[in-house]
């Protein structure tokens, strides 16, 4: 699904020329309905590592929003499933990112979300109500920090794009009061599938990244 653009115009790519993608590890999905088939749906190491972390932030978020369980047991099963989310993406699109010099960018999301971790145990443990009331807040925060260093790094018109929209939604929050991880989930989640299904642009730099 992964499209990427050498020129300032987003365009998408053939299926025959994947960009950077890796055949390998291509993911493909054939649609039926009773009469005729639909399409093939194509899902690269990469798409398949917005897809996880998609599925993943819902179910985080879905738990904050309806689980009657405690915040402590909560903030266990969100970091376990956050390690989950750090070792398997970064296993997934390794290879790729070795080979395109864009290693940084699974570190840098593997810092984000430790750090995320990190701080919402340490608001839920050490019964800190600051953190506790902006939590949905900081983690849109993060995701646009993350999305914003993609785009200045990348040079991806996409990218800064999702970046605003996770701080815009960050301001509209306190209108949804009694929803906010819900929400909070949602623009994540759907920002995620929406990269992992539309072609996005990445330009190249003039001075390479270090990884």
């Known amino acids: 699904m992964t499209s990427f653009d050498l020129r300032d115009v987003p365009q998408v790519q053939t299926s025959e020329s994947l960009g950077m993608q890796d055949l390998g590890g291509l993911v493909r999905v054939h649609l039926r309905n009773r009469r005729i088939a639909i399409s093939d749906i194509c899902f690269t190491e990469i798409d398949q590592a917005f897809v996880i972390w998609g599925l993943l932030s819902l179910c985080i978020f879905s738990l904050g ?3 009657l369980l405690s915040w402590s047991t909560q903030s266990v099963i969100d970091a376990a499933l956050t390690g ?11 290879q790729l990112a070795s080979q395109e010099r864009l290693r940084w960018v699974i570190f840098l999301w593997a ?3 430790a750090t995320g971790m990190v701080v919402t145990a340490y608001g839920i443990f050490g019964g ?14 993060l995701c646009a ?8 790094g990348m040079r991806s018109h996409s990218f800064a794009a999702a970046s605003l929209v996770h701080a815009f ?3 509209i929050l306190h209108h949804q009061p009694a929803w906010q991880f ?3 989930g949602l623009v994540m989640t759907f920002t995620l599938f929406f990269f ?9 730099s003039e001075v390479d990244m270090p990884c």
């Open 65 to 67: 929003q309806f689980s």
């Open 84 to 94: 989950v989310g750090i070792a398997s993406t970064a296993g997934v699109t390794w």
């Open 111 to 113: 810092v984000l979300m």
């Open 128 to 141: 800190v109500s600051f953190i506790l009331v902006n939590l949905c807040r900081f983690w849109l925060a």
């Open 145 to 152: 920090a993350g999305y914003g260093t993609m785009a200045v």
């Open 169 to 171: 939604a960050m301001g």
């Open 182 to 184: 819900l929400t909070t």
């Open 196 to 204: 992992s299904v539309v072609p996005w642009d990445m330009q190249a």
